[in-house]
């Protein structure tokens, strides 16, 4: 019987996915769909008898390709995952084992390593932010950082970071899943911690059950723009839907102004993301007037 599934919505990362599948392991406790977004090579072949394989007809997002893959097995335990994050040895049964120690858990974290073997927890175990932190966001300041040490076997986690993360069935689809909405991805995940949180579930971190993950997979081939453009739409979808119009609308006004600051500053410093001054300064120019205009419907793509 599957107990438990790992859930992979893939964007054009073959290598990645590759490498995770050569990982997971041949045991029908196990399975794993991926949901396959985007992708230069043949997929077929490259989940052929390792893992399910969804195509729907265009690019779900993160979340709407969570959605998916869960409707796609019965098992009790979801295993969301990046196609830059795979399992040590041990982690997915070390998880297990968690699960049965805490009946009334929404979900667990396991443990983020790079791959040079150094800890992820500060990224990886956030506290929720506070309406001051997602505004200071605006100003591209980011936002609270986790703990400084390695938490505890146990400790509760506002919010995980969803590249790898462990999630009851039933309070999933209680929540109704992830929110849709936050296109192609970013801040779904922090939506869903919130709506947990809301409903009185918690998450716990499993400190034993590491994970290799490469971090920001995601980011390079869809590039700086489109990067800026919806990780910034989606952080004030998030700030309307939870704190109200009022404070979106002024968090669209200081990323406009934020951005515009940015543009005058490039000669002094560039973005790390941007591949040169001439391409950030085209980027913060459409971000400013996107934030003004209250930000284009998302539309679907490859």
């Known amino acids: 019987m599957t107990?438990?599934?790992?859930?992979?919505?893939h964007w054009h990362a073959e290598d990645d996915l590759r490498a995770?599948?050569?990982v997971w392991p041949q045991d029908p406790r196990f399975e794993i769909v991926v949901v396959d977004n985007g992708s230069n090579?043949?997929?077929a072949a490259l989940c052929a008898d390792r893992a399910r394989l969804v195509t729907p007809e265009r690019n779900l997002g993160f979340a709407g390709g969570v959605n998916r893959g869960a409707a796609e097995t019965d098992a009790p335990w979801l295993l969301l995952l990046n196609p830059d994050a795979r399992p040590k040895p041990g982690a997915l049964e070390t998880l297990l084992e968690a699960t049965e120690g805490a009946p009334d858990a929404a979900g667990f974290a396991p443990h983020l390593e790079n791959p040079d073997g150094t800890s992820q927890h500060s990224w990886q175990l956030r506290p929720l932010p506070s309406l001051p932190q997602l505004l200071r966001q605006a100003l591209f300041v980011?936002?609270?950082p986790g703990p400084a040490e390695l938490p505890a076997a146990g400790t509760a986690v506002e919010q995980p970071a969803a590249a790898a993360l462990l999630l009851r069935r039933?309070?999933?689809?209680?929540?109704?899943?992830?929110?849709?909405?936050?296109?192609?991805?970013?801040?779904?995940?922090?939506?869903?911690?919130?709506?947990?949180?809301?409903a009185g579930g918690r998450f716990f971190f499993v400190p034993d059950a590491v994970f290799v993950h490469r971090l920001g997979g995601s980011v390079s081939p869809l590039g700086?723009?489109?990067?800026?453009?919806a990780y910034y739409r989606n952080l004030a979808r998030f700030v309307r839907r939870?704190?109200?119009?009022?404070?979106?609308?002024?968090l669209r006004w200081l990323l406009a102004a934020a951005a515009w600051a940015r543009i005058v500053l490039l000669p002094l410093r560039k973005p790390q993301r941007a591949?040169?001054?001439?391409?950030?300064?085209?980027a913060l120019m459409r971000l400013s007037r996107a934030a003004l205009s209250g930000f284009p419907v998302a539309s679907s793509g490859s």
């Open 170 to 198: 039933s309070a999933f689809d209680e929540l109704g899943g992830f929110d849709e909405g936050y296109f192609p991805a970013w801040h779904e995940d922090v939506d869903y911690a919130l709506r947990t949180a809301a």
């Open 41 to 43: 090579d043949e997929m």
């Open 20 to 22: 995770l599948l050569d």
């Open 242 to 250: 939870h704190h109200g119009a009022f404070w979106a609308l002024l």
């Open 224 to 229: 700086y723009e489109r990067f800026l453009l």
């Open 142 to 144: 980011p936002g609270p």
């Open 275 to 282: 591949t040169d001054r001439a391409a950030a300064a085209r």
């Open 3 to 9: 107990k438990l599934c790992g859930i992979v919505v």
